[in-house]
């Protein structure tokens, strides 16, 4: 089983400030990583994911993460954010199926949630 | 292209009655998801499917059936509802080792 740990429920910033949002995660198994988006009243959009290969994963929108597998994080960041960025942001985990010794089948298992809010 | 679509976008229920949500994706994906939104709680799995005519159990399956006759939907059957089932709820779909196209959700409210 999974778990994952948004360390910040609330982030206020200013427009053009650099963000860091924190997402810690713990497994027995390895995983796959991702990050979404959900601006009020919507559902969810996947910001990027980190599947294999380089642990710099750019998204869209300008965010990027870094997997750290030995301090089991997955930060978010943005280096100038605008107003537009204003929404709440879930960093999620699966295992990696057969491959990877779980069965997840794509199964998620997300955190509590970062509500981001750009001030002008 | 439509992606994951769900219907209805808000309802209300009366405590003990039933309902289904639906939920339509035109992506071919094999895998589909109900998830749950609650705030300050993230999104909790409620059912999945790895493919048509098998089902399985998520994190929190009572008080909730689902079927899957085709690829193409994964209606979510809510009876007796109560008070608890009051949420948000979104159906997802992916191919495996993805995370998945998310619907817009529906909202749910149980009085």
């Known amino acids: 089983a999974q778990s994952v740990t948004q360390l910040d429920s609330q982030v206020p910033v200013f427009e053009e400030a650099p963000v860091e949002l924190r997402c810690n995660y713990s497994s027995s198994v390895s995983v796959y990583l991702f990050w979404y988006v959900q601006y009020p009243n919507q559902g969810l959009q996947l910001l990027l994911k980190?599947?294999?290969?380089?642990?710099l994963v750019k998204g869209i929108n300008g965010f990027e993460a870094e997997f750290n597998k030995s301090q089991t994080s997955f930060h978010l960041r943005k280096p100038s954010v605008h107003i537009s960025d204003t929404a709440e942001y879930f960093c999620?985990?699966?295992?990696?199926?057969?491959?990877?010794?779980?069965?997840?089948?794509?199964?998620?298992?997300f955190g509590q949630g970062t509500i981001l809010t750009v001030h002008p | 292209n439509a992606g994951v679509t769900q219907t209805p976008k808000f309802r209300i229920l009366k405590i003990g009655q039933s309902m289904t949500l639906q939920c339509t994706q035109d992506m071919n994906h094999n895998y589909m998801y109900w998830y749950r939104q609650d705030p300050g709680m993230g999104l909790k799995l409620i059912y999945y499917?790895?493919?048509?005519?098998?089902?399985d159990k998520g994190e929190v399956p009572n008080g909730y059936n689902v079927s899957r006759s085709t690829t193409e939907d994964f209606p979510l059957r809510l009876e007796l509802a109560a008070p608890s089932q009051t949420s948000v709820y979104f159906c997802?779909?992916?191919?495996?080792?993805?995370?998945?196209?998310f619907g817009a959700g529906s909202r749910l409210t149980v009085l």
């Open positions: 999620a985990v699966s295992d990696r199926g057969l491959m990877g010794g779980g069965t997840s089948y794509g199964k998620l298992t």
């Open positions: 499917s790895v493919g048509a005519g098998i089902t």
């Open positions: 980190y599947l294999s290969g380089s642990t």
């Open positions: 997802a779909s992916g191919a495996f080792g993805a995370a998945g196209t």
